[in-house]
Each structure stands twice: as C-alpha cells, then as structure tokens.
C-alpha cells in the first residue's frame, strides 16, 4: 500500500525512534509498504519516520543511480536497527541532497565518503559492511531521519536562512507533491 510521506514540520520527524524486535506487529507489511511509497516517489531511500512510524527501519535502493554510479548497480537493503560508524580518516565531500519529507528543496550537504554500518536485515539476521562513495551518502541521510535529524539540519547557517521561507511555506502546507502528504496542522491543507 503507497503511505502517505511525513512532511517537515511534523512532529513524527522529530520524535525518538524505537528499537525494532522480531516481535514488531506488521513488520514485513510495513517494509513492503516502505518499498511500495518509496518507488511510487521516485526515491532512493525513506525511512519508517517518513511514513510515520517511529521505528529503526530503512529501505534503499539506489540500482536507478547506477549510470552514473556504475558501483550501485543492483543495490537495495533493508536496515533494521542500522549504526552507522564513521570512518575518521575519511573526507568530507559536499554532495547535493533532497528529501522527500522536505519537498523542492535541495541544498548541498557535507558528509562523510567512508562509513561502517552495522544493521539487522528483515530475518534479524545481522550485517556489517564499510560503505563508501554515494551509497554512504544514502545511507548516512536515511539513518539520519531515525536520529531525528533532517539534511536541512546540516546546511550551512546561510544556506539555511536562504531557504527559511520555503521552509516555513512547506510547514503552512503551501508546497506542490507528486504524491500524498501528512502535514503537521491537517486542518491547514484540506
């Protein structure tokens, strides 16, 4: 089922994240329904707070990338409980970046090329691998979403004044979507 997205300003972005047990109540529907919204955007990653569940849950798949990032060919995952461990030594590189909860806006964003992510699949079966390039970008930016943090969040203070009015019309509800919306106020938008 295509869930509607969570957009800024909602309080869902901000609030604490559970851990995800085996006995998570619809787990399985919930990642297909993930899945299902995240293609139905034309995304490359969403994560559970973005369908308004407050759970440590991922799906990426960034294979549409894979023209210009030949290493993302046939990439997807499912992140249960991810940890992402930066790589100290690794450069930062300035990336454009988007968000589906934060619609037409895109701004530059500094983050690191070289991760560690250590996260459960949908079995719970446990996974870790050294990220890099692109894919880390991905995953650093879903990840960030289960840590209530936006990429609106690691913007320059300038670049952030800069966009403070579309900001504050995407919170009033005045932002165009290809696809269904939750806003903070519901009451704002019918």
């Known amino acids: ?61 960034v294979d549409v990338l894979a023209e210009d990032f030949p290493e993302l060919k046939g990439v997807n995952m499912v992140l249960i409980n991810p940890e992402v461990t930066i790589d100290e030594t690794a450069k930062y590189v300035s990336r454009e970046e ?44 879903e990840c960030d979403h289960l840590d209530k943090t936006l990429f609106i969040d690691r913007i320059s203070p300038i670049r952030k004044q800069l966009v403070r009015n579309k900001l504050n019309n995407i919170i009033k509800g005045k932002v165009s979507c290809d696809y269904r919306c939750k806003f903070a106020h519901p009451k704002r938008h019918k």
């Open 98 to 141: 988007g968000c589906l909860s934060v619609p037409g806006i895109h701004e530059n964003v500094q983050r690191f090329e070289k991760i560690h992510l250590r996260w459960q699949d949908e079995q719970f079966n446990e996974h870790e691998q050294d990220i890099e390039g692109y894919l880390a970008r991905v995953v650093q930016h």
């Open 1 to 61: 089922m295509i869930l509607p997205i969570y957009i800024y300003g909602h309080p869902v972005l901000r609030a604490e994240n559970a851990t995800v047990t085996p006995e998570f109540e619809g787990l399985h529907q919930l990642i297909e329904d993930m899945k299902e919204t995240m293609y139905h955007t034309k995304g490359i990653g969403i994560a559970a707070p973005q369908v308004g569940v407050n759970a440590r849950i991922v799906y990426i798949d």
